[in-house]
């Protein structure tokens, strides 16, 4: 299941992904591994992180929530563990085959535009630029240029319609001076237009305000794969540091560390292959799934990422003692 992050699935000729493979491979196809699942709870988990992985875009929100519902109803019905896991096949075989048709729409599309192209030419510009709704706009401004051109045109050549009277200006009138009984009155008025004294502010500037440094949870070193499938490859140690926003959420989810370690090994299992070393690409794959395997716990987002790290890389933090969730960021 390694290789079946986005950037790593198989591609066609016409380069779109063959789902085929991603599905119904043998030995990597999402199908398989439900097949795989040994309990309706792994099987769950397992289906979650395939939606979850394929459907990534803001829009697909409806359809996530739709085909989690379809999941729920799966698991709920009576049955063994086998009867479930040929509905979550069915299931996923629906999503593939949407797949493959929107594959196969694309390209139809991307070739009938390609023709299309090449036909048309200058004369498909032409016919373009003679669409009525093309055409009336820039007919509509063509005509207000040419009008306003003609009238600065006339304007600056006839001058104004009406002449302008100019009237005479009024011989000089002796005003007379009031008696000096008030001299206050004839005092000059207080010059207005000096600027005033600058009064003390009483709003001082807030000083820049920091987000606060989320709080990073050190986790008990984890071993993959748990039995190598390989005699030459020898296990290796992760570590995983995961992040929450406040040291109350750190609590909340410490409360349940055995379960985020479940979690956790479901996500390495789906993500990291068994028969070789994972790749750098590998480990960021499963760095991005692990906050909402976690996050499936709590029923809300408690954790906001994570980061994987092999041991020797720089980076690889451990809790080696209990609890084995511990914080060195402890406010």
């Known amino acids: 299941m390694a290789d079946t992050g986005k950037l790593a699935w198989p591609r066609k000729a016409d380069g779109t992904t063959d789902w085929e493979v991603v599905f119904e491979d043998p030995n990597t196809g999402f199908i398989q591994l439900v097949a795989k699942s040994p309990s309706p ?8 992180i395939i939606i979850d992985k394929l459907f990534t875009r803001r829009g697909d929100k409806d359809e996530v929530i739709n085909l989690k519902n379809q999941l ?9 563990i086998a009867s479930k896991q040929v509905g979550v096949g069915g299931l996923l075989r629906q999503i593939k085959e949407t797949r493959v048709d929107k594959a ?16 048309a030419g200058l004369l498909w510009k032409i016919d373009f630029l003679l669409k009525p709704k093309v055409l009336l706009p820039v007919g ?9 051109f003609v009238f600065v045109l006339l304007q600056t050549t006839l001058g104004p319609s009406d002449p302008t009277i100019v009237a005479e200006a009024p011989a000089d009138v002796e005003i007379p001076v009031k008696d000096q009984e008030n001299p206050a009155e004839l005092q000059p008025a207080e010059d207005l237009t000096q600027a005033p004294e600058a009064l003390p502010s009483d709003v001082e500037e807030p000083d820049d305000i920091k987000e606060p440094e989320p709080i990073r949870i050190f986790l008990k070193t984890l071993r993959w794969p748990l039995s190598s499938m390989s005699t030459k490859e020898r296990p290796q140690y992760f570590s995983v540091i995961l992040y929450v926003d406040d040291w109350d959420t750190k609590i909340q989810v410490c409360r349940r560390v055995a379960n985020v370690m479940d979690k956790l090994y479901l996500a390495f299992n789906f993500a990291l292959p068994q028969d070789r070393k994972a790749r750098d690409i590998e480990l960021a794959e499963l760095a991005g799934l692990i906050p909402s395997a976690v996050n499936q716990i709590y029923g809300t987002e408690l954790v906001v990422k994570s980061d994987v790290y092999r041991y020797g890389q720089q980076g690889f933090k451990s809790a080696p003692r209990p609890p084995y969730c511990n914080s060195p960021d402890k406010p």
């Not at 709870?41 to 979650?48: H, I, K, Y």
């Not at 509509?140 to 306003?148: D, T, Y």
């Open 41 to 48: 709870e792994v099987l769950r988990q397992a289906t979650t």
């Open 104 to 119: 196969r729409d694309y390209i139809e599309r991307k070739l009938a535009g390609a023709a299309i192209d090449r036909r």
């Open 140 to 148: 509509f401004a063509f005509i207000l240029l040419i009008s306003g």
């Open 72 to 80: 729920e109803s799966i698991l709920s019905n009576p049955g063994d």
